[in-house]
T-cell receptor, first 114, second 119 residues
Framework: KQEVTQIPAALSVPEGENLVLNCSFT??????LQWFRQDPGKGLTSLLL?????REQTSGRLNASLDKSSGRSTLYIAASQPGDSATYLC?????????????FGKGTKLTVNP | DAGITQSPRHKVTETGTPVTLRCHQT?????MYWYRQDPGHGLRLIHY???????DKGEVSDGYSVSRSKTEDFLLTLESATSSQTSVYFC??????????????????FGAGSRLTVL
């Protein structure tokens, strides 16, 4: 059974700080990992998809890395801004009965203070 | 939201009443999913669909049924709502990055959610 853990559950930082969010998974036989952002009362917005053939992906101030052998992914946010405040979730695919489903971590709630 | 519309966005109902949530997509994606999100539990899969009239159960399917008569619509029905089904429900679709050929290029995209309160 695939389990996804995100630590810490909450993080508060001052504006401008660089930060790292962590995601770990128990079954390393994955072919991708997806990071999402969720604002309060909103749906999930896909941030980055890292395929197993890739070690990292970048989008603006965001950089996500994937290390399948250790069962870990990190999301690096450079020069954090108050607008980055949100909950960040990671998810990995699970194949069951020939169909793919995503297993989610419970998220890290990030607060960036002005 | 990549063309995903959920309705209603908010609903308050009473225990024992039937409720149907609708997910409509305009992207012609084959795979569609219903998740619920609860504090302390995160996102949990209820049901999913891999094509018209092709559906299967997720990890928390008890008390829910789904139907997909058209590619664009995926309905979630609570036959007799209970207070434990008070939650935020999210619909999602899955697509492959254009030009990619592997499952590693599958991306999940979500609707804005439907908040259901069962009194």
């Amino acid at each position: 059974k695939q389990e996804v853990t995100q630590i810490p559950a909450a993080l508060s930082v001052p504006e401008g700080e660089n930060l790292v969010l962590n995601c770990s998974f128990t079954d390393s036989a994955i072919y991708n990992l997806q990071w999402f952002r969720q604002d309060p009362g909103k749906g999930l917005t896909s941030l980055l998809l890292i395929q197993s053939s890739q070690r990292e992906q970048t989008s603006g101030r965001l950089n996500a890395s994937l290390d399948k052998s250790s069962g870990r992914s990190t999301l690096y946010i450079a020069a954090s801004q108050p607008g980055d405040s949100a909950t960040y979730l990671c998810a990995v695919p699970l194949l069951q009965g020939g169909s793919e489903k995503l297993v989610f971590g419970k998220g890290t709630k990030l607060t960036v203070n002005p | 939201d990549a063309g995903i519309t959920q309705s209603p966005r908010h609903k308050v109902t009473e225990t024992g009443t039937p409720v149907t949530l609708r997910c409509h997509q305009t992207e012609n994606h084959r795979y569609m999913y219903w998740y619920r999100q609860d504090p302390g539990h995160g996102l949990r899969l209820i049901h999913y669909s891999y094509g018209v009239k092709d559906t299967d159960k997720g990890e928390v399917s008890d008390g829910y049924s789904v139907s997909r008569s058209k590619t664009e619509d995926f309905l979630l029905t609570l036959e007799s709502a209970t207070s434990s089904q008070t939650s935020v429900y999210f619909c999602a679709t899955r697509y492959r990055i254009p030009g990619a050929w592997s499952s590693g290029a599958n991306v999940l995209t979500f609707g804005a959610g439907s908040r259901l309160t069962v009194l």
